[in-house]
């Protein structure tokens, strides 16, 4: 697909996974969920930014046989946020919409970054995000719409009040962005929050807040784009795989 890029971030820890291992160094299928949503993302577009952090030279070993990568480093994991602010400058010029995709994700796939891109292009509009529903959406942040069904912010869970965890619509982390957007709100993130992060998340408000609300694609199979954060989840997903290699998909 011409003229986007597709920014992975890769460079946090994990502590939910209660390992030395960096989380996206984590094997499905007997691989690096890393290389996975590389994989997927090259057979999409030409141009893909790994943002690196915690343990990044293992990282930037195990995708060594993915020559055209480029990576950014991320010396502090400082939130979403700031790694796209670290990826940014890779972008080339010529680019005119970003994908983001989180690196521990790997069963994303090919044909679901495609309708991303192609229903943020139709709309035509600055940006787009990947929600999906979930029956417990705990530990995710949920999407809060206006009166007009408008996407007014995302908040996250720990920030989240009561009634807004009873959300069930929640952001996956994948979104599609004119890059001039994100050059345009990311530098004027602030970290007042929970997490003490530049939350990504937060480009939302800002953009609704100037008459600029962000787009939804409803994604239906949730587990294709919600992030591994537990060894839980990485069994889940492993069964998945699994089933999906015994009905030929």
């Known amino acids: 697909?011409?003229?986007?890029?597709?920014?992975?971030?890769?460079?946090?820890?994990?502590?939910?996974?209660k390992s030395d291992r960096a989380k996206v160094l984590h094997e499905l299928g007997g691989i690096p969920m890393i290389r996975h949503v590389v994989h997927t993302a090259l057979a999409v577009v030409e141009d893909v930014v790994v943002v690196i952090g915690h343990q990044a030279e293992r990282v930037r070993?195990?995708?060594s046989d993915f020559p055209s990568l480029l990576f950014a480093v991320q010396d502090?994991?400082?939130?979403?946020?700031?790694?796209?602010?670290?990826?940014?400058?890779?972008?080339?010029?010529?680019?005119r919409d970003a994908v983001i995709l989180c690196g521990d994700t790997p069963l994303i796939q090919a044909q679901t970054i495609e309708v991303l891109i192609n229903e943020h292009r139709a709309r035509e509009v600055e940006l787009t995000l990947a929600t999906t529903r979930l029956d417990e959406p705990v530990g995710y942040g949920r999407i809060i719409c206006d009166a007009q069904r408008?996407?007014?912010?995302?908040?996250?869970?720990?920030?989240?009040?009561?009634?807004?965890?009873?959300?069930?619509t929640v952001n996956t982390g994948t979104y599609c962005a004119k890059a001039a957007f994100l050059r345009r709100f990311l530098p004027d993130l602030r970290h007042d929050n929970a997490q003490g992060e530049f939350y990504l998340t937060d480009v939302v408000e800002k953009?609704?807040?100037?008459?600029?609300?962000?787009?939804?694609?409803?994604?239906?199979?949730?587990?294709e784009v919600l992030g591994i954060n537990t060894m839980e989840d990485l069994a889940r997903a492993e069964?998945?795989?699994r089933e999906m290699v015994d009905h030929g998909g």
């Not at 502090?76 to 680019?95: N, Y």
């Not at 408008?150 to 069930?168: L, P, Q, T």
Request: a negative charge.
């Open 239 to 241: 069964a998945s795989c």
């Open 1 to 17: 697909m011409e003229e986007v890029s597709v920014i992975i971030l890769a460079g946090g820890k994990g502590t939910r996974m």
């Open 150 to 168: 408008r996407v007014m912010r995302i908040v996250e869970e720990a920030d989240a009040s009561d009634s807004e965890k009873k959300i069930d």
């Open 76 to 95: 502090e994991q400082l939130g979403t946020g700031h790694a796209v602010i670290t990826a940014l400058p890779l972008i080339p010029d010529t680019m």
């Open 61 to 63: 070993r195990v995708l």
């Open 207 to 223: 953009a609704y807040q100037r008459g600029i609300p962000a787009a939804v694609v409803e994604l239906s199979n949730s587990l």
